[in-house]
């Protein structure tokens, strides 16, 4: 739980030196920024190495913090480049770094031991157990996914001693942040590799109807609820806007600051958010208004932009004067304290957020002529010219008639603020060891010819999947079950499946909140009775539920969402326990034998959930019955994307109009060797899903080989 003394930090984004600087003279306690090369927010205009170092040490003189994000996904031969970018970074006191995956967790750990990390909310961590592991493996912080409610926020809150960051202003992404392919597979242009290009906030038609806005979310606001986000433990409040301008992130950090502080200082009796400033937010930027997000509802059509989802803001002289208190490097403030005594040496300290330091310089002697008057010693000592720092105030005991060379006054101001400005802007100052390079073999390939698996996610396609002699493994996704029949309706289908010779695998859901958790936790003793064969996880939630119940973790497949773009990251899951896994849909061919395949599965039939959603697109148009009636959207090429609803979960799959197809490139496929291929099955009728096990097409259908040949930048 967080420690309630522990002071709430206000997390401000920066993605330029400007709005680093104006951030910090708008009071955020921290700034996440990204270097020019790594982050999720590739077309900001982000940092130079050089420009980094410098704002690390001016942030530090205010006692701000800098995080650099570096939450996306790496590829094999881009990792060895990393170790070397933040060195200096990490030598200068970097307070900490944004992860999205477990091979750049693992690279940095060996790395950069002393290096605090933070699991970004790519990370998709929706529930307790998730974060433990987390902690467990060294993380000292986690975004929790942008859709969880503040009880659930709360139950982690009180179940891990972790430090929990959440949204509190900005955009919202429409899909769990992290398990987002729209605008890869349909544009080529990745968001885990920081490149998202915002196809959520194109015009679509549901179900026939005129074009309109259904996957654009308002932007979030919680000025009126920050009491209660702090009150379920939320440790750190951040501000989104890598992307925007610097007006909008002092703007916005300012207001959050005052309301902040009012909250600390009067408490939630005192609380109260003034109408002016509620208007501000609004100048400074909204879509069709704010939402207060999913913290206090599951979802909701009144998050929705429909008719307008570009970004507004009041005209540029209101923005200036919004803007105007925060330009430009502020000095730091300080206090003194000047001592001068016959026959003692002269003491000098200064203070400045939260730190002294303190000299001693000659002993004065007693004059002949001019004595040292307190009004020289005054103008002497506050001449700070052109260091950081400017005396708010400056007390002088002196004893009357008593000399002391002014150059030694000036000498003595010189070194003390010399040392005040090392200890505060330095930060905690490290040095790094080179780690010992792990042993790079050959990546393994199986040895047999690939398994085949077939998941099954709609009734009519089971009996033709256990017909199949081609099929070895059939994948029964849980979104085939009710939970009020859950045991006994699997139980029957894993009997047929037993009788038909095949390996019988259980798919989890795609995204595991609490309640979820709380479900399966309540009937697991009795599905280990029924003994699946084996199980198929999507979630970092899923890894630590598992492995904390006893099931054989070499009979789990992890799903290509959780990310294994490297080697570095295999072996990590491997140290976890799990060896097997799911080829990444968004490297090409050549970035795949890159990588072990010998316990990899690779996808090669099937439409790609593009998106995983806590909105719901019927309920948002046509009112929630409860029923997996689905829905179609209409992008304007006139593309169908069917949307399947899972009510159990509550949460949308948004489908990919075209079908992945990689069964006619045998000779790729045959060179990568993995350990087994699926087809993965999802809206095909029963006389759909025979055809395409023998190996048949539909000429009504448009197929794709995603990104098997290209890839992602």
Not at 73 to 83: A, M, S
Not at 202 to 219: A, Q, T
Request: net charge negative; with cysteine.
């Amino acid at each position: 739980m967080m420690d309630e003394k522990k002071r709430p930090e206000l997390l401000a984004p920066a993605g330029d030196p400007e709005t680093l600087t104006a951030v910090i003279n708008a009071g955020a306690d921290a700034v996440y920024l990204g270097l020019k090369q790594f982050g999720a927010r590739a077309y900001a205009k982000n940092f130079t190495v050089e420009e980094l170092l410098e704002g690390i040490s001016y942030a530090h003189l205010y006692g701000v913090k800098i995080y650099l994000t570096v939450n996306t996904c790496f590829k094999e031969e881009e990792l060895p480049e990393l170790p070397e970018a933040l060195l200096p970074l990490y030598e200068a006191g970097l307070d900490a770094v944004l992860v999205q995956e477990m091979g750049v967790f693992s690279l940095l750990k060996r790395h950069f031991p002393e290096l605090k990390i933070h699991a970004s909310t790519q990370m998709g961590i929706a529930g307790a157990e998730g974060a433990a592991l987390l902690k467990e493996i060294g993380a000292d912080r986690v975004v929790l996914s942008r859709e969880l409610s503040l009880e659930e926020i709360r139950h982690i809150a009180d179940t891990v001693s972790l430090e929990l960051e959440c949204f509190c202003h900005g955009a919202l992404c429409y899909a769990y942040s992290g398990l987002c392919l729209m605008s890869s597979l349909l544009g080529g242009r990745s968001g885990n590799r920081g490149r998202c290009a915002g196809t959520c906030r194109l015009p679509f038609s549901v179900d026939g109807s005129s074009p309109f806005y259904p996957l654009s979310l308002k932007d979030l606001c919680t000025i009126d609820i920050l009491p209660e986000l702090l009150k379920a433990g939320v440790h750190s409040l951040k501000i989104e806007g890598r992307m925007k301008s610097a007006e909008y992130a002092a703007g916005v950090t300012s207001i959050y600051r005052k309301y902040l502080d009012r909250y600390l200082r009067d408490g939630k009796e005192g609380y109260q958010v003034r109408k002016e400033d509620r208007r501000a937010l609004l100048d400074l930027g909204n879509r069709s208004g704010f939402t207060e997000g999913f913290y206090h509802q599951r979802n909701s059509a009144d998050m929705i932009t429909v008719a307008d989802p570009s970004h507004t803001r009041a005209g540029e002289e209101k923005l200036r004067e919004l803007y105007s208190g925060y330009r430009g490097k502020r000095p730091v403030p300080v206090t003194g304290h000047f001592t001068m005594r016959y026959q003692e040496p002269v003491r000098f300290l200064v203070s400045g957020c939260g730190e002294s330091v303190s000299l001693e310089g000659p002993a004065p002697e007693k004059a002949v002529k001019s004595p040292l008057s307190e009004e020289t010693v005054r103008e002497k000592l506050t001449q700070t010219g052109d260091t950081s720092f400017a005396f708010s105030s400056l007390t002088i005991e002196t004893e009357p008639d008593l000399f002391l060379p002014v150059g030694m006054l000036k000498a003595l101001r010189r070194e003390t603020l010399a040392l005040l400005s090392e200890k505060l802007g330095g930060g905690e100052k490290r040095t790094c060891q080179k780690p010992e390079e792990k042993a790079q073999g050959k990546p393994a390939r199986s040895a047999e010819p690939p398994k085949v698996a077939a998941m099954v996610s709609l009734r009519q396609q089971l009996e033709p999947v256990l017909r199949s002699d081609r099929v070895d493994t059939v994948i029964l996704d849980s979104f085939l079950y009710e939970r009020e029949d859950f045991l006994p309706t699997f139980r029957e289908d894993l009997l047929k499946g037993k009788e038909n010779g095949k390996t019988v695998r259980l798919a989890l859901p795609y995204v595991f909140r609490m309640e979820t958790a709380a479900f399966y936790a309540g009937i697991w003793d009795e599905l280990l009775v029924l003994s699946p064969d084996e199980m198929l996880i999507r979630t970092m939630d899923e890894l630590a539920f598992i492995r904390q119940r006893g099931f054989d973790p070499h009979a789990v497949v992890l799903d290509e969402r959780l990310y294994a773009w490297s080697g570095e990251a295999q072996e990590m899951y491997r140290a976890l326990g799990f060896p097997r896994g799911t080829l990444p849909l968004e490297l090409n061919r050549r970035e795949m034998k890159s990588l072990h395949t010998d316990e990899a599965e690779l996808i090669v039939y099937g439409r790609i959930p593009l998106m995983i959603t806590a909105s719901c697109v019927r309920k948002n148009t046509a009112g929630c019955d409860h029923k997996k009636a689905g829905a179609v959207l209409t992008d304007r090429y006139k593309k169908d994307f069917p949307v399947r609803t899972d009510c159990a979960e509550c949460l949308n799959l948004i489908f990919n109009p075209d079908i992945l197809y990689l069964s006619e490139d045998t000779e790729e496929i045959a060179a990568l060797s993995p350990r087994s291929i699926r087809y993965s099955f999802t809206t095909e009728t029963a006389e759909e899903t025979e055809r395409v096990l023998l190996g048949e097409k539909n000429k009504a259908q448009s197929y794709t080989r995603g990104h098997f040949r290209r890839g992602v930048e």
